[in-house]
């Protein structure tokens, strides 16, 4: 399977190209307010690199949030753009749940949280490696032995473990998933945005 990914749900501009359902290349860059520039160029130089051709392509993965609300919106009218040009379907991937994909933890209870502004998050809570919670969004509160996996959470102060939105995470999910995610109507897939204040 051919997937073409694309990450943009927070400060990470990422586009990464799976062949054979394999990740064959990957562009991704941790800095804001470039993903409506840059987003375009990396996509047609991984296109050119791999000599894969459009046409060739299964589907588009997409980043669905909750996240930036600009970075959402340009990453899904992009994956949008191809996939109705090209009459492929999207493939929607939730953003915490990509973000728990490296996470090597089976046994403990713990939360996964994305930094939204000031002292918001998106935040879910999982046990065994699975989601047991919807994705709120709240004002972060401490909690005392809370196990915290996240990204730019710095500013809150809170004691976390770094686990990044991931463009190759977004691609091995909507690989695995691609039967049940995938939507030939693309009007049907939206952002998450959860709320916002």
């Known amino acids: 399977m051919n997937i073409l990914a694309f990450?943009?749900?927070?400060?990470?501009?990422?586009?990464a190209l799976f062949v054979d359902s394999k990740m064959a290349y990957k562009d991704e860059i941790n800095k804001s307010k470039i993903h409506g520039e840059r987003l375009p160029i990396i996509t047609k130089n991984i296109l050119q690199d791999s000599k894969i051709q459009i046409k060739d392509i299964d589907g588009i993965a997409?980043?669905?949030?909750?996240?930036?609300?600009?970075?959402l919106r340009i990453g899904m009218s992009f994956?949008?753009?191809?996939?109705?040009?090209?009459?492929?379907?999207?493939?929607?991937?939730?953003?915490?749940?990509?973000?728990?994909?490296?996470?090597?933890?089976?046994?403990?209870?713990?939360?996964?949280?994305?930094?939204?502004?000031?002292?918001?998050?998106y935040s879910q809570h999982y046990?065994?490696?699975k989601p047991v919670s919807e994705v709120v969004f709240e004002k972060y509160a401490f909690k005392k032995d809370e196990l915290i996996y996240g990204f730019n959470l710095e500013k809150l102060g809170v004691n976390f473990s770094s686990s990044a939105p991931s463009v190759e995470a977004v691609g091995i999910l909507?690989?695995?998933?691609?039967?049940?995610?995938?939507?030939?109507n693309i009007n049907e897939v939206v952002p998450n945005y959860v709320a916002s204040i």
């Open 7 to 15: 990450e943009t749900a927070s400060s990470i501009c990422g586009a």
């Open 62 to 71: 997409i980043s669905s949030g909750p996240g930036s609300y600009t970075g």
């Open 79 to 121: 994956a949008k753009g191809l996939a109705a040009s090209n009459s492929l379907p999207l493939i929607p991937v939730p953003t915490l749940l990509a973000m728990n994909y490296g996470i090597n933890n089976e046994r403990n209870n713990y939360c996964i949280m994305l930094h939204s502004h000031k002292e918001y998050i």
């Open 127 to 129: 046990a065994y490696g």
């Open 174 to 184: 909507s690989i695995e998933h691609f039967a049940n995610w995938k939507k030939e």
